[in-house]
């Protein structure tokens, strides 16, 4: 059964001070791996796609890497506008298009 | 290039109702996912429609239902609403694997 697990479940960052997220998959064959920010009472809002271990994709003070086993997000030198809850999904290759979610990291970054 | 919209985006419903949320992708997207979010269980899927037609389901009741016209826009329905069925309802729509989520439909159920 595809499993998602996402950790730590809160983590509260000094402004400035880097950190990584991580993220634990089981899947039945991975198709590509999603990063997903969400701020509360909005949708999720669309960050990386990563489809093969080694790959690497980065957006402004984010970096998202892929292993056969686990995704990291890295945050270098998170502003407060930085915080909100960062979700990670897989697609599996079966053909289906649904993402299997996890629960999410809570980031929020103290000035 | 507009979002994904969804409509109303709040609702509030006493149980035994059903309700009937709507959702209208990004332009040339013709494959719409609606998802479930609750605190506890996260997002959860629900089930994918492309070119008006099924593709895929989730593990939910066959209470939750939907469609897709020709235009790509969605419809999900929810007959006999429970207390549990609160939550917010996103619905996605993509073009190839990346999906683009709708600010969601905050379903209270009293």
């Known amino acids: 059964e595809d499993q998602v697990t996402q950790s730590p479940e809160a983590l509260r960052l000094q402004e400035g001070e880097s950190s990584s997220l991580n993220c634990s998959y089981t899947v039945s064959g991975l198709r590509g791996l999603f990063w997903y920010r969400q701020d509360p009472g909005k949708g999720p809002e669309f960050l990386f796609t990563l489809y093969s271990a080694g790959e690497e994709k980065e957006k402004e003070r984010l970096k998202a890497t892929l292993t056969k086993k686990e995704s990291f997000l890295h945050i270098t030198a998170p502003k407060p506008e930085d915080s909100a809850t960062y979700l990670c999904a897989v697609q599996a290759e079966t053909g289906a298009n649904n993402l299997f979610f996890g629960t999410g990291t809570r980031l929020t970054v103290i000035p | ?110």
């Open chain 2, 1 to 110: 290039k507009a979002g994904v919209t969804q409509t109303p985006r709040y609702l509030i419903k006493t149980r035994g109702q059903q309700v009937t949320l709507s959702c209208s992708p990004i332009s040339g997207h013709r494959s719409v996912s609606w998802y479930q979010q609750t605190p506890g269980q996260g997002l959860q899927f629900l089930f994918e429609y492309f070119s008006e037609t099924q593709r895929n389901k989730g593990n939910f009741p066959g209470r939750f239902s939907g469609r897709q016209f020709s235009n790509s826009r969605s419809e999900m329905n929810v007959s006999t609403l429970e207390l549990g069925d609160s939550a917010l309802y996103l619905c996605a729509s993509s073009f190839f694997d990346e999906q683009f989520f709708g600010p969601g439909t905050r379903l209270t159920v009293l």
